[in-house]
T-cell receptor, first 107, second 116 residues
C-alpha cells in the first residue's frame, strides 16, 4: 500500500462541474503539497498547507490532520483545468508523492 | 523571469552511453532535487543537494551521479549502469533543504529520456 493514496485515478467532467480530488496518507507529515502537471510534463505548485483551508481563484485545498486526509476542489471547472493533479506529503526530510489523478474536463 | 530550466526537453541515447541532463535555476534557492517519473508511479527522488559541493542519495540513486559546483546548477548523469533509464526526469529547487523545515518545491519543465 502506498503511503500517499489519491482517488480517483481518473476523472472526467463537463465544463462547469464541481470537482473533488482526494488524498489520504498514512505517515506523519509536516505539510501537504498539491501540484498540477500539464500534458507537456511541467509541474506547477498549487498549494502547500499544513492545516485548515486555502483558496486561490477557483481552487480550494483543505486538510484534516487528524483524519490524514486532504482534498482539492475545483469550482466551475473548465477544459483548461484538464491535467494530472498530484498530492505530495512532507515526511521528515522528503516528499512522498501520490500517483496522481488525471482530470479531463469536456466543453 | 525567475525559474528553473531543464534541457533538452527530449533526449535519445543508445544503450551503454552515459548522458547528462541539465538543470539550472535563477531563484537563488539553496536546495535542488532530481526526480524520476514513470507511468503509473509517483515521482521518486534520485538525488538532492542542500548546499553547493554537497549532495545526498535519494531512494533510487543507483546508476545515477550528480554534481553541485555552482548554486545555480545541478546536472544529473544517467550512467550505463542504470538498468531502466527511459523515463521522465524532473528537477526541482527550494529555498531551504528538507531538513531545514518545510519549503515549497518549484519544478522545471522536465526532460524525457529515451534509451534504445
Amino acid at each position: 500500500k502506498n503511503e500517499v493514496e489519491q482517488s480517483p485515478q481518473n476523472l472526467t467532467a463537463q465544463e462547469g462541474e464541481f470537482i473533488t480530488i482526494n488524498c489520504s496518507y498514512s505517515v506523519g507529515i509536516s505539510a501537504l503539497h498539491w501540484l498540477q502537471q500539464h500534458p507537456g510534463g511541467g509541474i506547477v505548485s498549487l498549494f502547500m498547507l499544513s492545516s485548515g483551508k486555502k483558496k486561490h481563484g477557483r481552487l480550494i485545498a483543505t486538510i484534516n490532520i487528524q483524519e490524514k486526509h486532504s482534498s482539492l476542489h475545483i469550482t466551475a471547472s473548465h477544459p483548461r483545468d484538464s491535467a494530472v493533479y498530484i498530492c505530495a506529503a512532507y515526511n521528515t526530510d522528503k516528499l512522498i508523492f501520490g500517483t496522481g489523478t488525471r482530470l479531463q474536463v469536456f466543453p | 523571469d525567475g525559474g528553473i530550466t531543464q534541457s533538452p526537453k527530449y533526449l535519445f541515447r543508445k544503450e551503454g552511453q552515459n548522458v547528462t541532463l541539465s538543470c539550472e535555476q535563477n531563484l537563488n534557492h539553496d536546495a535542488m532535487y532530481w526526480y524520476r517519473q514513470d507511468p503509473g508511479q509517483g515521482l521518486r527522488l534520485i538525488y538532492y543537494s542542500q548546499i553547493v559541493n554537497d549532495f545526498q542519495k535519494g531512494d533510487i540513486a543507483e546508476g545515477y551521479s550528480v554534481s553541485r559546483e555552482k548554486k545555480e546548477s545541478f546536472p544529473l548523469t544517467v550512467t550505463s549502469a542504470q538498468k531502466n533509464p527511459t523515463a521522465f526526469y524532473l528537477c526541482a529547487s527550494s529555498m531551504g533543504g528538507m531538513r531545514q523545515g518545510v519549503h515549497e518545491q518549484y519544478f522545471g519543465p522536465g526532460t524525457r529520456l529515451t534509451v534504445t
